[in-house]
C-alpha cells in the first residue's frame, strides 16, 4: 500500500510517500480502508518530533473508512471514523490507504454524513465537546474567548459554545480570516487588542473562559481577558510554548483557573467516546455544527499540508485522501 513514512524527525520534508506494508491488525485491532485522514497539530509535533514518536511510522491521529475485517460490533464494509486511537507518543497510521485501528476508539458514522466529514469534524468536534462539557462546562449567556478563530478547532469549538448558550469573541489574523469565523458565530476582534477588547464587550468584567491553541504570545493577555473564577484553557502552542505560569498571577488575577488538557483524558472510556461522538453527529445531521474543510490533498502533499498549518495559513479543515 502507499503511505507517508516518516523515518526521522525533522521539518515537513520528511514526510514522503513509499510503498508500504499493510499492517497486521494485532488482538483487539481491526483493518480499515482509509477514505480520508485529518490533519492535526498533534500529526505537526510526532514528524517534528516536539512530541517523540519512534520511527519510522506512519502519522496521522484521525481518520474514517470502511472495516476491512468484522468486529464483535461492527461487520466488514461498516463506516467508521477515529480520533486518537493509541497513546500521544504513537504513530497512528492514518495517513495511508489502510491502518490498523483499535477497536475501542472506533465510531460508526451514521447514514447521512459522509466519510469525508466525519473525518473532518470528529477530533476537533470531541475536543470542542469536552472543553465545554467538561473542561469548562459552558452555561447560557457565559461569553468565552476563543483563540484562532477560523481554524479546524476555532471554527468549531465557536459553534459548539454557540450551541451552549454562549457569546463567543474569536481572534483572527486576516479579513478573510475574520468573515468565516463571523459567519460560524464568533464576534471578531484582532490579535493586537484582543484582552481590552474582550474587557470592554464585558462591561468590564472578563470572559468566563479563554480557549487558546496559540501559546506565547496570547497568554499575558488571555490571563488580562479573564473574569473573577475564569478558566484559562490551554489548548497548543502554535505561537512557541508558554514557559512559566506563575501561580500567584493566577491569585491576583481573580483566583483563575489554568489547564492543559489533552483528548485522550476525555475520550478514555468507551462510552464516553461515544457519547461525545453521537452528540456530534447529531450536531451535523440536525445542521447546527458546520464543518469546513479547506483543502483535500492527496498523500503525496502531505508536506504541503503540514507546512501550511505550521504557518497558520489553513481555514477550516485539511484532508489528505489516499
Excluded at 480520508?36 to 517523540?52: E, F, K, L, S
Excluded at 511510522?57 to 477515529?82: I, K, N
Excluded at 489502510?98 to 466525519?118: C, N, S, Y
Excluded at 447546527?288 to 501550511?308: M, N, T
Aim: net charge negative; aromatic share 4%.
Amino acid at each position: 500500500m502507499r503511505a507517508v513514512v516518516v523515518h526521522e524527525a525533522g521539518n515537513p520534508e520528511v514526510l514522503a510517500v513509499a510503498e508500504h506494508p499493510d499492517p497486521v491488525p494485532a488482538p483487539g485491532e481491526a483493518l480499515v480502508r482509509v477514505a480520508a485522514a485529518g490533519v492535526n497539530y498533534i500529526d505537526v509535533a510526532h514528524c517534528a518530533g516536539t512530541i517523540a514518536v519512534p520511527g519510522p511510522f506512519v502519522p496521522g491521529v484521525e481518520g474514517s473508512g470502511t472495516l476491512l475485517t468484522a468486529t464483535v460490533d461492527l461487520p466488514a464494509g461498516a463506516r467508521v471514523a477515529w480520533a486518537m486511537p493509541r497513546g500521544l507518543h504513537e504513530g497512528a497510521g492514518g495517513y495511508a490507504e489502510k491502518v490498523a485501528v483499535p477497536v475501542a476508539g472506533l465510531v460508526p458514522v451514521p447514514d447521512g454524513i459522509t466519510l469525508d466529514t466525519a473525518a473532518a469534524a470528529l477530533m476537533h468536534g470531541l475536543t470542542a465537546h469536552y472543553l465545554t462539557h467538561s473542561v469548562h462546562a459552558v452555561r447560557p449567556g457565559d461569553t468565552v474567548l476563543v483563540h484562532a478563530a477560523a481554524g479546524g478547532l476555532g471554527l468549531t469549538l465557536t459553534q459548539v459554545a454557540r450551541i451552549r448558550g454562549a457569546r463567543v469573541i474569536g481572534t483572527t489574523s486576516t479579513s478573510e480570516k475574520a468573515a468565516i469565523a463571523e459567519k460560524a458565530g464568533a464576534e471578531v476582534v484582532g490579535y493586537e487588542d484582543f484582552a481590552a477588547e474582550a474587557r470592554r464587550r464585558t462591561d468590564g468584567a472578563g470572559v468566563a473562559a479563554v480557549y487558546d491553541g496559540v501559546g506565547a504570545v496570547t497568554f499575558d493577555g488571555g490571563l488580562a481577558a479573564l473574569r473573577r473564577r475564569g478558566t484559562y484553557v490551554l489548548l497548543g502552542t502554535a505561537s512557541g510554548p508558554v514557559a512559566h505560569v506563575d501561580p500567584a498571577r493566577l491569585l491576583t488575577g481573580g483566583s483563575l483557573m489554568f489547564t492543559r488538557p489533552g483528548i485522550i483524558d476525555f475520550i478514555a472510556d468507551r462510552e464516553e467516546l461515544l457519547a461525545r461522538a453521537n452528540d456530534v453527529f447529531g450536531w451535523l445531521a440536525e445542521g447546527l455544527l458546520d464543518v469546513h474543510v479547506g483543502a483535500r490533498l492527496e498523500l503525496d502533499h502531505a508536506a504541503e499540508a503540514h507546512r501550511a498549518l505550521e504557518e497558520r495559513r489553513t481555514i477550516g479543515k485539511t484532508l489528505l485522501i489516499p
